[in-house]
């Protein structure tokens, strides 16, 4: 398994289902950042089915903001550090955009430098949103817009791209 992997698709696509099934396959400790927030009851039954999938070995950390802060945390923790799986992108650009202003750019930067530094392997999932249509209103355009530039920005970093596609995976970086 390559050190750092970005799998993408849209909604519904399998990709967190590959995402998780690589990690289950990783050989050693798993942490499962989630960056979702339960602004619903809908959206607080999918986190609590997401928990209810997950093996129970896995760690869990819920950060919606700083996953920065994360990265560098296990960075400096003594010993071997565990497989990253960070569910997802889309979710927390969007919670960066709806943020105090400043926090966007800032967040961003400091996001993808500990990417490129963290010592274990990672697997990123995110949403693509560029097979669509432009959105009608301004924020709409901008979260796609944000989202396709965090994108490519990972895939540059990532040895490994992978596009899930009706549950099936496609490498469009690096080998499966």
């Keep these: 398994m390559a050190d750092k992997c970005l799998i993408t698709g849209g909604i519904r696509s399998g990709k967190t289902g590959l995402a998780e099934a690589r990690a289950g396959q990783f050989g ?15 959206m607080a039954g999918r986190i609590e089915r997401h928990r209810r ?3 129970d070995d896995w ?19 003594p010993g071997d550090p565990p497989l990253l799986l ?10 960066l955009l709806f943020s105090d202003a400043g926090v966007f750019g800032d967040e961003r930067a400091a996001f993808l430098e500990q990417v490129s530094a963290y010592p274990g392997a990672l697997i990123v ?26 994108n490519q920005a990972l895939a540059e970093r990532c040895d490994e791209v992978i596009m899930s596609v009706a549950g099936l995976p496609l490498t469009l970086k690096g080998s499966d």
């Design 28 to 42: 050693g400790p798993v942490v499962y950042v989630a960056t979702a927030t339960a602004g619903d009851d809908e």
């Design 53 to 55: 999938q997950r093996p």
């Design 59 to 77: 760690g869990l950390v819920e950060e919606p903001l700083r996953l920065a802060a994360v990265l560098a945390d296990f960075r400096q923790r």
């Design 86 to 95: 960070i569910d997802c992108m889309s979710l927390w650009l969007s919670n």
């Design 125 to 150: 999932v995110s949403n693509e949103v560029g097979l669509g249509t432009i959105g009608m209103d301004a924020l709409t355009r901008r979260f796609a817009d944000e989202l396709g530039w965090l």
